[in-house]
């Protein structure tokens, strides 16, 4: 699987914008775009995937470059319940035959 | 949304005896599951594939017979420790796939176990 690269941490304030940064240079053609999250002791939590497309759901919005080297994670309002490891994962198929390869992913931390 | 449940939450089980943990898809057909393993602060270690009707698939460095892998029905996988030792205390997490091209894994709530 291309490899990943995004931040060991980021702090935000509570009730503000969150952008995560994910640089995959490697990133093939067939290569989906995952994010999950994960809080302590738990499993991790689907966030929100994309190919090519910028895509939004109830929970976030991803920025996928032009070129597709690079995505952002974009959480409009974060709350404390938002603090979590959060995982970008490039997945061929979306991880349905092969799983998925986690990283070390970025420790956000939200101030109240 | 998809509801993989995984049971049980936690284990405490003595050096040498076996368990066994299960992972349910409660909402859809899960032609393949995953088994990962977590340590204390790290990712999560791939350990096995297993499709329905199949042997699992290990990888590198997973003992197949020690960590023992059914995927008897669509909805249901089980990993079995057997003969466990302190040093299979870990946090093992299992997710299921439904099969469609591009659709997200979904996880289970992870199962500590601790082996004394």
């Known amino acids: 699987d291309a490899k990943t690269t995004q931040p060991n941490s980021m702090e935000s304030n509570e009730e503000e914008p969150v952008h995560l940064p994910c640089n995959h240079s490697?990133?093939?053609?067939?290569?989906?775009i995952h994010w999950y999250r994960q809080l302590p002791s738990q499993g991790p939590e689907y966030v929100i995937h994309?190919?090519?497309s910028n895509v939004n759901n109830r929970m976030a919005s991803l920025a996928i470059a032009e070129d597709r080297k690079s995505s952002t994670l974009i959480l409009h309002r974060a709350t404390l319940r938002d603090a979590a490891v959060y995982y970008c994962?490039?997945?061929?198929?979306?991880?349905?035959?092969?799983?998925?390869?986690f990283g070390k992913g970025t420790h956000l931390i939200i101030q109240p | 949304g998809a509801v993989v449940s995984q049971h049980p939450s936690r284990v405490i089980c003595k050096s040498g005896t076996s368990v066994k943990i299960e992972c349910r898809s409660l909402?859809?057909?899960?032609?393949?599951m995953f088994w990962y393993r977590q340590f204390p602060k790290q990712s999560l270690m791939l350990m096995a594939t297993?499709?329905?009707?199949?042997?699992?698939?290990?990888e590198q460095g997973v003992e197949k017979d020690k960590f023992l892998i059914n995927h008897a029905s669509l909805t249901l996988s089980t990993l079995t420790v057997t003969s466990a030792h302190p040093e299979d205390s870990s946090f093992y997490i299992c997710?299921?796939?439904?099969?469609?091209?591009?659709?997200?894994?979904?996880f289970g709530n992870g199962t500590r176990l601790t082996v004394t």
């Open positions: 994962i490039l997945a061929y198929s979306g991880g349905g035959a092969d799983g998925l390869t």
């Open positions: 490697t990133i093939s053609g067939t290569d989906y």
């Open positions: 997710s299921a796939s439904s099969g469609i091209w591009g659709s997200p894994l979904h």
């Open positions: 297993s499709n329905e009707g199949s042997k699992a698939t290990y």
């Open positions: 994309g190919l090519t």
């Open positions: 909402d859809f057909q899960a032609t393949t």
